[in-house]
């Protein structure tokens, strides 16, 4: 997946994986009632943190990373008609 857009500093763009349709015993979730989901995979990265001492810190995550973010972490956006969230590189708890 390509974006024509390239997030600044330590941000990230992420897709959100899909909310969970059933629950592992096989109950159908309605829409109301689902939550937002806090995996999704990283489609592009910025250049990396300007440190204080002028050193560039480099990304730890790269384009095509699995991970885990906070529920309420970045801001969602809309490009071509898909939704995507925007966030800090520091908002993601881990790779998977």
Same mark, same amino acid.
């Given at each position: 997946?390509?974006?024509?857009?390239?997030?600044?500093?330590?941000?990230?763009?992420?897709?959100?994986?899909?909310? &969970? &349709?059933?629950?592992?015993?096989?109950?159908?979730?309605?829409?109301?009632?689902?939550?937002?989901?806090?995996?999704?995979?990283?489609?592009?990265?910025?250049?990396?943190?300007?440190?204080?001492?002028?050193?560039?810190?480099?990304?730890?995550?790269?384009?095509?990373?699995?991970?885990?973010?906070?529920?309420?972490?970045?801001?969602?956006?809309?490009? &071509?008609?898909?939704?995507?969230?925007?966030?800090? &590189?520091?908002?993601?708890?881990?790779?998977?």
């Amino acid at each position: 997946m390509s974006l024509s857009m390239k997030p600044l500093a330590d941000r990230v763009i992420i897709a959100p994986a899909a909310a &969970e &349709e059933k629950t592992k015993s096989g109950i159908i979730i309605p829409d109301t009632a689902k939550e937002k989901p806090q995996r999704g995979e990283v489609v592009a990265v910025g250049a990396g943190k300007v440190a204080d001492s002028g050193n560039l810190i480099q990304p730890q995550v790269k384009v095509g990373d699995q991970v885990l973010y906070g529920k309420y972490a970045g801001t969602e956006i809309t490009i &071509e008609g898909t939704d995507y969230l925007i966030m800090k &590189e520091s908002d993601i708890f881990a790779v998977l």
